[in-house]
């Protein structure tokens, strides 16, 4: 009787399995006798498959219906969003971005990011290295103090994408691997090309001789001339090229082209003028610019800041001028925090020259950073000099802050019966460990902070 019992259970299970599956011959399975290896593959097999298909499927719906968080975003936008308020919709800048800006977020760093500059330290620069530096600043306003220094010939290092014009063409030894990884990456979209380097330092003495050259080619008076000279040569002791950190494009044409430059940054070539920003260059002098550079628009005329600062002058459309008039508003206690275009976010702020021979630099003891002066001193002495300091965070952080707030109350609530000295005493080493006593940690990938603190330091510069 209990034989009779346990073969009719075997019985209606599989006979109910297979009227609701239909299984094949292969799959079915009959418990009361060992399963053959044959069919055990089978079975993992299809069971393989099944799980790869719901592995598609769940893939392919994420990708045709994302997230709310990720829907929402907008590439080429900065959000404005104040503390005090929900986030609402940003107004009509008068700042323009350029057509392919990537999701770009510019902040003053929060008490919630503090930890970024926790451990710091300090290194002394000595009064004339605020002349030096990827981001000093030299135009009609402010002279170079640079005649050469930190220059290498190009022919030592050039590459087969690219020709200069003589072998004396030189760059500053910073910005030699940006270029030549620029123009490998150029002439791989575009094959062999007629691109030529026509100039890049020049030395004092040159400078008054194109100066000189350029007066006679205008055709004016004295002073006529000198004015209209000025318009397209810098005044001597006044060029970007005398830096080194600048370089002039032109055209190796067989016919020899048209008088003057033949590179106007367009066809092909609008790829350079285009992407420079990703390798630290920026077009130096753009168009309906001229009342802040001095200088009409030249697409030929590059120059080197170094990342991120050349992609965000790209984005925002500025000068170098608008840029460094940014920066200078933000030091260590509202520093910026800047996301490049691959993702990896950066450190800004600025600390302002001291009157004596040195000036002591706060800098990060956890992060790489680097220093570079502004230059912006004038012939007489008279300026906003100080030193940029660039700090390459990597990943995002974000501090946790204990105690808690809960926590917080809860010991306010314990210690309300102690005498009111107490109580004051205990909310002070609370507010201190708040402010102090923090952890960083790294945001996993594909999540984000949901900040409510971010601004653009560009509203208000035009």
Same mark, same amino acid.
């Given at each position: 009787?209990? &034989?009779?019992?346990?073969?009719?259970?075997?019985?209606?299970?599989?006979?109910?399995?297979?009227?609701f599956f239909n299984l094949p011959p292969i799959l079915r399975v009959d418990f009361d006798k060992p399963v053959p290896h044959r069919q055990q593959f089978a079975i993992m097999g299809t069971v393989l498959v099944i799980s790869c298909a719901l592995f598609l499927c769940v893939y392919l719906f994420q990708?045709? &219906?994302?997230?709310?968080?990720?829907?929402?975003?907008?590439?080429?936008?900065?959000?404005?969003?104040?503390?005090?308020?929900?986030?609402?919709?940003?107004?009509?800048?008068?700042?323009?971005?350029?057509?392919?800006?990537?999701?770009?977020?510019?902040?003053?760093?929060?008490?919630?990011?503090?930890?970024?500059?926790?451990?710091?330290?300090?290194?002394?620069?000595?009064?004339?290295?605020?002349?030096?530096?990827?981001?000093?600043?030299?135009?009609?306003?402010?002279? +170079?103090?640079?005649?050469?220094?930190?220059?290498?010939?190009?022919?030592?290092?050039?590459? @087969?994408?690219?020709?200069?014009?003589?072998y004396t063409v030189g760059f500053a030894v910073d910005m030699i691997d940006p270029f030549n990884k620029m123009m490998a990456d150029f002439s791989e979209e575009f094959g062999e090309t007629d691109i030529l380097v026509s100039c890049g330092y020049r030395s004092l003495d040159t400078q008054k001789k194109?100066?000189?050259?350029?007066?006679?080619?205008?055709?004016? @008076?004295?002073?006529?001339?000198?004015?209209?000279?000025?318009?397209?040569?810098?005044?001597?002791?006044?060029?970007?090229?005398?830096?080194?950190?600048?370089?002039?494009?032109?055209?190796?044409?067989?016919?020899?082209?048209?008088? @003057?430059?033949?590179?106007?940054?367009?066809?092909?070539?609008?790829?350079?003028?285009?992407?420079?920003?990703?390798? @630290?260059?920026?077009?130096?002098?753009?168009?309906?610019?001229?009342d802040i550079t001095g200088y009409q628009y030249e697409p030929w005329h590059f120059r080197y800041v170094g990342l991120p600062h050349a992609q965000y002058i790209d984005d925002h459309h500025i000068t170098l001028e608008e840029y460094l008039e940014m920066v200078q508003t933000h030091t260590t206690d509202?520093?910026?925090?800047?996301?490049?275009?691959?993702?990896?976010?950066?450190?800004?702020? &600025?600390?302002?020259?001291?009157?004596?021979?040195?000036?002591?630099?706060?800098?990060?003891?956890?992060?790489?950073?680097?220093?570079?002066?502004?230059?912006?001193?004038?012939?007489?002495?008279?300026?906003?000099?100080?030193?940029?300091?660039?700090?390459?965070?990597?990943?995002?952080?974000?501090?946790?802050?204990?105690?808690?707030?809960?926590?917080?109350?809860?010991?306010?609530?314990?210690?309300?019966?102690?005498?009111?000295?107490?109580?004051?005493?205990?909310?002070?080493?609370?507010?201190?460990?708040?402010?102090?006593?923090?952890?960083?940690?790294?945001?996993?990938?594909?999540?984000? +902070?949901?900040?409510?603190?971010?601004?653009?330091?560009?509203?208000?510069?035009?």
């Amino acid at each position: 009787m209990y &034989y009779h019992r346990k073969k009719t259970t075997v019985y209606r299970k599989n006979s109910a399995l297979r009227r609701f599956f239909n299984l094949p011959p292969i799959l079915r399975v009959d418990f009361d006798k060992p399963v053959p290896h044959r069919q055990q593959f089978a079975i993992m097999g299809t069971v393989l498959v099944i799980s790869c298909a719901l592995f598609l499927c769940v893939y392919l719906f994420q990708m045709l &219906y994302p997230t709310a968080e990720e829907s929402t975003e907008t590439p080429g936008a900065s959000s404005t969003v104040t503390s005090e308020k929900p986030a609402e919709k940003k107004p009509e800048s008068s700042v323009q971005e350029s057509s392919a800006a990537p999701v770009r977020n510019v902040t003053s760093i929060s008490s919630a990011d503090k930890a970024i500059l926790k451990n710091m330290t300090t290194v002394t620069k000595e009064a004339d290295e605020v002349y030096k530096g990827a981001l000093i600043l030299v135009n009609k306003n402010f002279p +170079s103090r640079l005649n050469g220094e930190n220059v290498e010939l190009v022919l030592d290092h050039i590459t @087969g994408d690219y020709a200069v014009s003589d072998y004396t063409v030189g760059f500053a030894v910073d910005m030699i691997d940006p270029f030549n990884k620029m123009m490998a990456d150029f002439s791989e979209e575009f094959g062999e090309t007629d691109i030529l380097v026509s100039c890049g330092y020049r030395s004092l003495d040159t400078q008054k001789k194109l100066l000189m050259e350029e007066k006679e080619l205008s055709g004016y @008076g004295p002073e006529e001339s000198e004015s209209q000279a000025e318009q397209w040569v810098a005044p001597p002791g006044f060029s970007e090229h005398q830096t080194g950190l600048a370089f002039d494009f032109d055209l190796n044409l067989p016919n020899g082209g048209k008088v @003057g430059i033949n590179y106007d940054g367009e066809g092909d070539y609008a790829w350079l003028n285009k992407n420079c920003a990703d390798y @630290g260059f920026i077009l130096r002098y753009l168009k309906d610019k001229e009342d802040i550079t001095g200088y009409q628009y030249e697409p030929w005329h590059f120059r080197y800041v170094g990342l991120p600062h050349a992609q965000y002058i790209d984005d925002h459309h500025i000068t170098l001028e608008e840029y460094l008039e940014m920066v200078q508003t933000h030091t260590t206690d509202n520093a910026i925090l800047m996301k490049d275009r691959d993702g990896i976010n950066w450190c800004i702020y &600025y600390v302002p020259a001291s009157d004596g021979d040195t000036t002591e630099i706060p800098v990060p003891q956890d992060y790489e950073y680097s220093i570079s002066g502004n230059n912006m001193v004038d012939e007489n002495g008279q300026g906003s000099g100080g030193f940029i300091v660039t700090v390459k965070i990597g990943d995002y952080v974000e501090e946790i802050i204990e105690p808690s707030k809960t926590e917080s109350s809860r010991e306010t609530s314990v210690n309300s019966s102690e005498p009111s000295v107490t109580s004051e005493n205990t909310q002070e080493e609370s507010s201190s460990q708040s402010s102090n006593e923090v952890t960083v940690i790294d945001i996993p990938d594909g999540e984000s +902070s949901q900040r409510v603190d971010f601004f653009d330091p560009l509203q208000g510069v035009y």
